[in-house]
Nanobody, 129 residues
Framework: QVQLAESGGGLVQAGGSLRLSCAAS????????VGWFRQAPGKEREFVAA???????YYTDSVKGRFTISRDNAKKMVSLQMNTLNSDDTGVYYC???????????????????????WGQGTQVTVSS
């Protein structure tokens, strides 16, 4: 059974950087897409970034140019490099994995939390202003 574990969260000042990691255990996840979502207090979980099985990358508009998602299938790891953080980036960050998926998938598909079947426990990111 696949499990996901996030790490790398913490407290950072506005303008700073953090690198989140998502480690998968169990069977390979190279035939899946992986996404990052976040949830701020009192708000719904929102899409942040995703990388398809074929390597297509998608970001929500608010993080474009600041966040970078990458994957290493050999290490079963997905990372999210977050730069120029601001208070709006505060929240619990979750990584999630889809079931086995086609090589390419659209933004509309991968930005929906409904297509992911395995979720990590989350890691807290707090940006102080």
């Amino acid at each position: 059974q696949v499990q996901l574990a996030e790490s790398g969260g913490g407290l950072v000042q506005a303008g700073g950087s953090l690198r989140l990691s998502c480690a998968a255990s169990g069977r390979t996840f190279s035939d899946t897409a992986v996404g990052w979502f976040r949830q701020a207090p009192g708000k719904e979980r929102e899409f942040v970034a995703a990388i398809s099985r074929g390597g297509e990358i998608y970001y929500t508009d608010s993080v474009k140019g600041r966040f970078t998602i990458s994957r290493d299938n050999a290490k079963k790891m997905v990372s999210l490099q977050m730069n120029t953080l601001n208070s709006d980036d505060t929240g619990v960050y979750y990584c999630a994995r889809t079931p086995r998926i086609a090589y390419y998938a659209s933004y509309d598909y991968l930005s929906s939390p409904k297509v992911y079947d395995v979720w990590g426990q989350g890691t807290q990111v707090t940006v102080s202003s």
